[in-house]
RNA sequence: UGCCCGAUGGUGUAACGGUAGCACAAGUGACUCUGAAUCACUUUGUCAUGGUUCAAAUCCAUGUCGGGCAGCCA
């Protein structure tokens, strides 16, 4: 059997080329920095769909094409939000996705480990390097979590006190709203430094109530920009985090948790999204009021990716789940990482994907003709062909004996020789796919009809010679003859006829349960107004009971398989030996389906 | 409203002051024991107006349109 991983196609060869690049490059010729460091942030507060797979495509690329490392680190800096569920899954979608291309690249920690201190002259420093793969077995490392750094934020706070470039704010939630819209200073902010150093160290026992106080930086609150108006560092919130338990009432916000938590594991390159562009200036404030003593890291934005057809939002994915509009993350219709893979699609492909589409601040929507395309160029290489009818109708061969059963040699990929030949049975009687049969066929149409001639596919050329239909006029079967000289390889063989159909031999055939995916919304941007949930496809999935040839009672959960004429389909997670399941991951083009209208 | 960012065929992107190219999509034809794949060909574009320059998609100015931010979310 072939490996299921080979003949894969990838773009490995061109490098990609974008503004990032380009100032990476620059900055490898310049020698800036020791290593290229990038990191992959994601918040474990859901699962993680294609979107993300950009980013993860675009930091784990970097680091591949420079030689560098990129971490994976959990953002979870709010622990009201967050889950270990999430952990979980976003490990395994990560490492399914940069498997065999950029897994080498992956920047981890041993276990526990927190970070080191380097600078003891007065202002806190701390480094925690990055172990990969080649470094450490994978079993002893973990991810990075900023959550292992909130005794390192916290000392970087309090040297923010210090320096006076900090405050404990007594004002409530709404009052701060208020102060910083009309650019107001907090009554707060002049209070000494013992002070605030003071009321931080009892917000970190524990001595208030959730929003009665917060750590503010003190930057400039007539500032043009939001984000430099004193913004919050430092929340209290007396909930228990996944990662470290009981042990803190008080957290850290974004800000001030990411910016240092890469400076700690020495990134040279936070790559985010376009939303983040604003807090560039306070990412670099932060940073630069600290008096840090390694190079500082350096924020770059790009667009989000928007893709047709379907809706990216966590918050929206998450309204799926519970509304149970589908059956779950990883339901095959859905554009999360674990749901396009359960739907068959290989992460050559969506690297491939990633590729295409590009890297730009320019926040277009991408078609998903150009997910799709990546999918079937994929599969195309590695599919192995099968014979499956969907909605079967019976034909019975005439003048082929009941007991008797011919075997044919049919090509398992015609784009890959080494995927080696399978044998097909023959019989009396056949099912083949209802639309390959039109008793009154439209114009072009070259499938079977009445009195008409068709291939079988490996097999033998049929005439029709009478539709049988049951009292309600409904066909049942169709009564054909085979021109048994005209088998591949026959006297006959090199006898054209118009149209080549699949079937299967009704008495070998076996069953499986077939499901056929479709997208999950009508319109391009479900989203673009309105309630997206008006626009669900109501037809988004059609099971079958579908008709396989008997070698697919071997399918194997790491293969592809092309059912001939129909679509690319993968084994489903709840396939089991003697109860078979296929997902549908795409159709194959079909330009009947635009000729066939016109007439 | 304030601040920030962006605009190249239908869609997504390249061109870094010097021939507007690529991919997807669409269309035509060839081939075909998959109406697939493959191959060949074709259609369609620099937001607008000024300026700088021998030369502008690219630099400058103004305008138009689009997006983002204004959570004790990330």
Not at 306 to 321: A, D, E, I, W
Request: charged share 30%; aromatic share 10%; with cysteine.
């Amino acid at each position: 059997m072939t490996e299921p991983n080979k003949n894969a196609v990838e773009n490995t060869t061109a490098t990609p080329s974008d503004f990032i690049r380009d100032i990476v490059t620059q900055h490898v010729a310049e020698k800036r920095y020791p290593l290229i460091h990038t990191r992959f942030p994601p918040e474990p507060n859901g699962y993680l769909h294609i979107g993300h797979a950009k980013s993860i495509c675009l930091n784990f690329g970097i680091a591949r094409e420079f030689g560098g490392v990129c971490n994976l680190r959990m953002d979870d800096t709010n622990p009201t939000k967050e889950d270990i569920e999430y952990v979980e899954s976003i490990q395994e979608d990560v490492n399914w996705l940069i498997s065999g291309w950029a897994n080498d690249r992956l920047g981890l920690k041993p276990k526990g480990k927190t970070p080191e201190v380097t600078n003891t002259n007065g202002s806190p420093d701390f480094i925690l390097p990055a172990t990969t793969n080649n470094d450490q077995p994978a079993s002893n490392s973990e991810p990075f979590y900023a959550s292992d750094y909130f005794n390192q934020l916290f000392e970087y706070a309090v040297a923010l006190i210090r320096k006076g470039k900090a405050f404990v704010c007594d004002l409530t939630p709404d009052e701060t709203d208020e102060y910083r819209r009309h650019a107001k200073e907090s009554p707060f902010r002049n209070r000494s430094v013992e002070e605030s150093l003071d009321l931080f160290a009892r917000m970190k026992a524990g001595e208030f109530p959730d929003g009665t106080r917060t750590l503010r930086a003190k930057i400039d609150v007539a500032s043009p920009n939001i984000w430099l108006r004193d913004p919050l560092i430092y929340r209290i919130r007396h909930a228990e985090h996944h990662h470290t338990g009981a042990q803190w009432c008080i957290y850290p916000m974004y800000d001030f948790a990411h910016c240092l938590s890469d400076y700690i594991e020495s990134i040279t390159h936070s790559i985010c999204t376009l939303e983040f562009e604003v807090h560039r200036p306070l990412y670099d404030w932060i940073l630069e009021s600290l008096g840090l003593s390694r190079l500082l890291p350096k924020q770059y934005e790009f667009a989000r990716l928007s893709l047709g057809y379907t809706v990216m939002s966590k918050r929206k994915l998450m309204q799926l789940v519970n509304e149970g509009l589908v059956t779950g993350w990883d339901d095959p219709r859905r554009p999360t990482i674990c749901g396009i893979r359960r739907r068959g699609v290989t992460p050559e492909a969506l690297r491939n994907f990633a590729y295409n589409i590009g890297i730009t601040k320019y926040n277009g929507l991408t078609d998903v003709a150009v997910l799709e395309h990546a999918i079937r160029e994929d599969l195309n290489k590695r599919a192995l062909r099968r014979l499956v009818v969907l909605r079967p109708i019976k034909v019975v061969i005439t003048n082929l004996d009941a007991g008797r059963t011919e075997e044919l040699d049919a090509v398992n990929n015609p784009e890959d020789e080494n995927a080696g030949k399978r044998k097909i049975p023959f019989s009396r009687e056949l099912y083949i796919e209802r639309d390959d049969f039109a008793e009154v066929p439209p114009p072009k149409y070259f499938r079977l009809r009445p009195g008409g001639e068709v291939r079988l596919k490996y097999a033998f050329i049929i005439k029709c010679d009478e539709v049988v239909k049951d009292a309600a006029g409904k066909i049942t079967e169709l009564r054909c003859t085979a021109d048994f000289e005209s088998k591949s390889g026959g006297a006959n063989a090199g006898r054209k006829v118009k149209g080549t159909i699949h079937w299967v031999s009704a008495t070998h055939s076996v069953e499986a349960e077939v499901r056929l995916y479709d997208r999950l919304f009508t319109v391009p941007e479900p989203d673009a107004e309105g309630d997206f949930k008006r626009h669900i496809n109501p037809h988004s999935l059609e099971v079958v009971a579908a008709r396989c040839e008997p070698s697919l009672k071997e399918a194997d959960p790491r293969m592809r398989y092309q059912f001939e004429r129909l679509a690319y389909f993968a084994l489903d997670k709840e396939s089991m030996p003697g109860k078979l399941v296929f997902n549908r991951t795409i159709t194959l083009k079909d330009n009947w389906a635009k000729e066939a209208p016109r007439s």
